[in-house]
């Protein structure tokens, strides 16, 4: 039975603040969690501005002792290619590194903030994606990085400014468009502490996030009817579920429940541990050979597809930490924001620091308006295409719109059921008259014209009746949907859906202590095994790494439970080496096979068709 | 009144016996190569008079002995194999992928380094690995489901 909880609603007069706090999320964070929304206010009187420019010169432009809203939005004429930023922390020495790093390790202790990573995520990937996470960890210090002192010293100058005035921040915003009431809650933290903190991907100054909530107006109130949640890897349709799916969705007293991802802050339906995957970057011709190389394996060896240079990592989204909202422990702050708000619409720069790193994950964001690179953000200028329901009209538009869409079509059938004899009609007389012009040498000009204008008329009337067809078929469709609408038999609420995010269940590995262990230790000792090699057995090296390489890959397959498919996948691969092989040295006796072969086939097939 | 076959209902891809035929083949090239050494050494004539071992090492004799019982031994291990592989028994699939898979790194391991691989046997472990990992194949043995995932 639906209850005005599970399917509030709200007068269509109330004020967008109104609006906003009835249906504010309750968002769930993890245990150990550092960062929560905060406001941005205080966040920019605690940083400088600075720009970068494209010969990669850095200038500070306001000192943080003068840094204030109204100071970030001033106009800065500059050169293409600049990028202006904020930078929560400034560069630290060793010494102040170490004692940032000794004080955070204080805070958590004293403020009870630990996190337990459970069957970490390197346990939960097989042996190649913890090589491959090895080369993601190596690639850190090639790229921009921020320092594990500067997440440090963030949460230490986040602590303080919280302890200062412990407030909850969300910034919302109502936008109208095409009959949907759309309110989009946007949430801002000083920093996210996904790599450092929760073995994540990556670590940036500042973080937007966002939840949108989708409303139609009936009768004077407007009801929910979908929510989108920001997250990664998942775009358009698959971020939102609708409001009555209550199994994907909680909702208390009308308010829907969040889990925000440990670190990452990323916003989830269902409280669990979540598996995202990294691809490594890699030069184009690299992943061309890896596609090529995928398809061959996919479709011509007919093997499930796997790719080993996909990092998995976990975002933790238990929910088990601190909750704000109604009825939790912490209540919000709400702050309206449209386009006419300063500092969301005239900043274009990153709101923390440009960590100069190329493939973008550890500079920090642009505020919520803006990409990284200052142009329109989508979730803001179209945030129903963000979710994919710009095809979809509210609920009480829908019955209309598809009653008017079936008229339109009797109509037009009603019309071509006249258009169609007529056509046909003509197109006999045509006949007749080209019938009559055969036979006479002189009106071979008129012939050919005529005849254009037969295959012209002839055309059209094919296209009339495959329009009838088409339409006919397309009104059955319509108008059984129209009765199902009608009847109010609600949609499949996943049937837009193709990727769901799923939390990864509760992972029952076979000596599952002995898994993590292994996890931890295999790539040293792999390392270990090498200079072994190098040492003891210099001439067998590369023999030696394969054997070893294939050893180790066994051993994790039996701990992970998949020593089937790794046996499957190992022996494939040796097979195709062999093959390659034996085609270099009799490459001449394959030949002539082949072409033994195939004469043999052709004559047969010449002989038969003699032979009748 | 001959016996009646009992029909198990599913049939055999050619893949199957394809591979069983050349188990076949290698269990009697196993049993040539477990008579060879006792041929050439004479072993069978003197009937294991000879002594194997001398001064604490084996005698040509006695490497006879010991190579003719290796392949002895493979060649058994080839037929409980080829058994289990007529029955579509699971653990047989699994047991000659890794048989044929260590069986390739140590041709692989010879073709490297001393150039003397054996390549009949090469191409006969290459034939059954493609043949193993046909989709039907694996249904059959249960290592594949019907939805392609591996049942692992």
Same mark, same amino acid.
């Given at each position: 039975?639906?209850?005005?909880?599970?399917?509030?609603?709200?007068?269509?007069?109330?004020? &967008?603040?109104?609006?906003?706090?009835?249906?504010?999320?309750?968002?769930?964070?993890?245990?150990?969690?550092?960062?929560?929304?905060? &406001?941005? !206010?205080?966040?920019?009187? !605690?940083?400088?501005?600075?720009?970068?420019?494209?010969?990669?010169?850095?200038?500070?432009?306001?000192?943080?002792?003068?840094?204030?809203?109204?100071?970030?939005?001033?106009?800065?004429?500059?050169?293409?290619?600049?990028?202006?930023?904020?930078?929560?922390?400034?560069?630290?020495?060793?010494?102040?590194?170490?004692?940032?790093?000794?004080?955070?390790?204080?805070?958590?202790?004293?403020? $009870?903030?630990?996190?337990?990573?459970?069957?970490?995520?390197?346990?939960?990937?097989?042996?190649?994606?913890?090589?491959?996470?090895?080369?993601?960890?190596?690639?850190?210090?090639?790229? $921009?990085?921020?320092?594990?002192?500067?997440?440090?010293?963030?949460?230490?100058?986040? !602590?303080?400014?919280?302890?200062?005035?412990?407030?909850?921040?969300?910034?919302?915003?109502?936008?109208?468009?095409?009959?949907?009431?759309?309110?989009?809650?946007?949430?801002?933290?000083?920093?996210?502490?996904?790599?450092?903190?929760?073995?994540?991907?990556?670590?940036?100054?500042?973080?937007?996030?966002?939840?949108?909530?989708?409303?139609?107006?009936?009768?004077?109130?407007?009801?929910?009817?979908?929510?989108?949640?920001?997250?990664?890897?998942?775009? *358009?349709?698959?971020?939102?579920?609708?409001?009555?799916?209550?199994?994907?969705?909680?909702?208390?007293?009308?308010?829907?429940?969040?889990?925000?991802?440990?670190?990452?802050?990323?916003?989830?339906?269902?409280?669990?541990?979540?598996?995202?995957?990294?691809?490594?970057?890699?030069?184009?011709?690299?992943?061309?050979?890896?596609?090529?190389?995928?398809?061959?394996?996919?479709?011509?060896?007919?093997?499930?597809?796997?790719?080993?240079?996909?990092?998995?990592?976990?975002?933790?989204?238990?929910?088990? *930490?601190? *909750?704000?909202?109604?009825?939790?422990?912490?209540?919000?702050?709400?702050?309206?924001?449209?386009?006419?708000?300063?500092?969301?619409?005239?900043?274009?720069?990153?709101?923390?620091?440009?960590?100069?790193?190329?493939?973008?994950?550890?500079?920090?964001?642009?505020?919520?308006?803006?990409?990284?690179?200052?142009?329109?953000?989508?979730?803001?200028?179209?945030?129903?295409?963000?979710?994919?329901?710009?095809?979809?009209?509210?609920?009480?538009?829908?019955?209309?719109?598809?009653?008017?869409?079936?008229?339109?079509?009797?109509?037009?059938?009603?019309?071509?059921?006249?258009?169609?004899?007529?056509?046909?009609?003509?197109?006999?007389?045509? *006949?007749?008259?080209?019938?009559?012009?055969?036979?006479?040498?002189?009106?071979?000009?008129?012939?050919?014209?005529?005849?254009?204008?037969?295959?012209?008329?002839?055309?059209?009337?094919?296209?009339?009746?495959?329009?009838?067809?088409?339409?006919?078929?397309?009104?059955?469709?319509?108008?059984?949907?129209?009765?199902?609408?009608?009847?109010?038999?609600?949609?499949?609420?996943?049937?837009?859906?193709?990727?769901?995010?799923?939390?990864?269940?509760?992972?029952?590995?076979?000596?599952?202590?002995?898994?993590?262990?292994?996890?931890?230790?295999?790539?040293?000792?792999?390392?270990?095994?090498?200079?072994?090699?190098?040492?003891?057995?210099?001439?067998?090296?590369?023999?030696?790494?394969?054997?070893?390489?294939?050893?180790?890959?066994?051993?994790?397959?039996?701990?992970?439970?998949?020593?089937?498919?790794?046996?499957?996948?190992?022996?494939?691969?040796?097979?195709?080496?062999?093959?390659?092989?034996?085609?270099?040295?009799?490459?001449?006796?394959?030949?002539?096979?082949?072409?033994?072969?195939?004469?043999?086939?052709?004559?047969?097939?010449?002989?038969? !068709?003699?032979?009748? | 009144?001959?016996?009646?076959?009992?029909?198990?209902?599913?049939?055999?891809?050619?893949?199957?016996?394809?591979?069983?035929?050349?188990?076949?083949?290698?269990?009697?090239?196993?049993?040539?190569?477990?008579?060879?050494?006792?041929?050439?050494?004479?072993?069978?004539?003197?009937?294991?008079?000879?002594?194997?071992?001398?001064?604490?090492?084996?005698?040509?004799?006695?490497?006879?002995?010991?190579?003719?019982?290796?392949?002895?031994?493979?060649?058994?291990?080839?037929?409980?194999?080829?058994?289990?592989?007529?029955?579509?028994?699971?653990?047989?699939?699994?047991?000659?992928?890794?048989?044929?898979?260590?069986?390739?790194?140590?041709?692989?391991?010879?073709?490297?380094?001393?150039?003397?691989?054996?390549?009949?046997?090469?191409?006969?472990?290459?034939?059954?690995?493609?043949?193993?990992?046909?989709?039907?194949?694996?249904?059959?043995?249960?290592?594949?489901?019907?939805?392609?995932?591996?049942?692992?």
């Amino acid at each position: 039975m639906k209850t005005s909880f599970d399917h509030p609603s709200i007068s269509v007069k109330s004020t &967008d603040l109104e609006l906003l706090r009835r249906f504010e999320p309750i968002v769930h964070y993890t245990k150990g969690e550092q960062f929560f929304p905060f &406001d941005v !206010e205080r966040y920019v009187e !605690e940083c400088s501005l600075w720009a970068h420019y494209p010969d990669g010169r850095e200038e500070l432009l306001v000192k943080q002792e003068e840094m204030t809203l109204e100071k970030l939005v001033e106009e800065r004429p500059a050169t293409f290619g600049t990028i202006h930023f904020l930078r929560f922390i400034e560069t630290l020495s060793l010494s102040e590194s170490a004692q940032v790093l000794a004080e955070q390790s204080r805070l958590r202790k004293k403020l $009870g903030k630990h996190f337990i990573v459970g069957m970490g995520r390197l346990a939960r990937g097989g042996f190649l994606p913890r090589v491959a996470d090895a080369l993601f960890s190596l690639s850190l210090l090639m790229r $921009g990085k921020v320092s594990p002192a500067t997440a440090a010293a963030a949460e230490l100058a986040y !602590e303080k400014m919280h302890q200062e005035n412990e407030k909850y921040t969300y910034y919302g915003r109502v936008v109208r468009q095409n009959g949907w009431t759309v309110l989009q809650y946007w949430y801002f933290f000083c920093y996210n502490s996904w790599r450092s903190g929760f073995h994540g991907v990556n670590d940036h100054e500042s973080d937007w996030e966002m939840v949108t909530l989708y409303l139609y107006e009936n009768d004077g109130n407007l009801f929910p009817e979908w929510a989108a949640f920001a997250s990664h890897d998942f775009h *358009g349709d698959d971020l939102r579920r609708r409001w009555d799916d209550r199994e994907q969705m909680d909702l208390v007293n009308g308010h829907p429940m969040v889990y925000a991802g440990a670190g990452s802050h990323a916003s989830y339906f269902r409280q669990g541990e979540y598996q995202a995957e990294v691809s490594l970057p890699q030069p184009g011709w690299l992943a061309g050979l890896s596609r090529a190389w995928n398809k061959f394996w996919t479709q011509t060896l007919g093997q499930n597809e796997s790719n080993p240079f996909r990092i998995p990592f976990v975002d933790f989204a238990r929910g088990d *930490g601190l *909750g704000i909202g109604e009825g939790q422990a912490k209540a919000w702050s709400p702050v309206l924001i449209d386009e006419e708000t300063p500092w969301a619409s005239l900043y274009r720069g990153l709101w923390g620091l440009f960590a100069r790193d190329p493939v973008s994950g550890e500079n920090a964001p642009a505020g919520p308006m803006y990409n990284r690179d200052g142009s329109p953000r989508s979730s803001w200028y179209d945030p129903l295409g963000f979710a994919g329901l710009d095809k979809t009209p509210p609920p009480p538009l829908a019955l209309k719109l598809l009653e008017e869409n079936c008229n339109e079509i009797r109509s037009r059938q009603d019309e071509l059921k006249t258009l169609i004899p007529q056509k046909a009609n003509e197109l006999q007389v045509l *006949g007749m008259k080209l019938k009559g012009l055969e036979d006479h040498p002189h009106l071979a000009k008129i012939y050919a014209l005529l005849q254009k204008r037969i295959n012209t008329v002839g055309e059209e009337l094919r296209n009339l009746r495959r329009e009838r067809m088409e339409n006919g078929a397309l009104l059955q469709g319509m108008t059984q949907r129209l009765e199902q609408v009608r009847s109010g038999v609600a949609d499949n609420p996943h049937a837009h859906i193709q990727k769901m995010a799923v939390p990864v269940e509760a992972v029952e590995m076979r000596y599952a202590r002995a898994a993590e262990t292994w996890a931890a230790i295999s790539l040293s000792l792999l390392v270990f095994a090498v200079a072994g090699l190098i040492f003891f057995a210099p001439s067998y090296l590369w023999a030696g790494l394969a054997v070893i390489l294939i050893l180790f890959v066994i051993a994790e397959s039996i701990l992970r439970g998949a020593f089937i498919q790794t046996v499957s996948r190992v022996t494939l691969v040796l097979a195709l080496i062999t093959t390659a092989i034996i085609f270099i040295e009799f490459w001449k006796y394959i030949l002539v096979i082949v072409l033994v072969v195939l004469g043999i086939f052709l004559m047969l097939q010449r002989l038969r !068709e003699i032979a009748g | 009144m001959a016996k009646k076959k009992k029909k198990t209902g599913i049939k055999r891809p050619i893949a199957v016996t394809l591979t069983a035929v050349i188990i076949t083949v290698l269990f009697f090239v196993r049993i040539y190569q477990a008579i060879k050494p006792l041929v050439e050494e004479k072993t069978l004539r003197t009937a294991l008079a000879l002594p194997i071992f001398a001064d604490g090492n084996l005698t040509a004799h006695g490497m006879a002995v010991a190579e003719s019982i290796l392949f002895l031994l493979l060649a058994i291990g080839t037929m409980v194999v080829l058994i289990g592989f007529l029955h579509m028994r699971r653990w047989s699939w699994v047991f000659l992928m890794a048989w044929i898979g260590v069986s390739m790194v140590v041709d692989l391991g010879k073709y490297f380094y001393f150039g003397v691989p054996n390549y009949v046997f090469m191409i006969s472990d290459v034939i059954i690995v493609f043949a193993l990992s046909q989709a039907d194949v694996q249904r059959i043995f249960g290592i594949r489901s019907d939805t392609g995932e591996n049942i692992i």
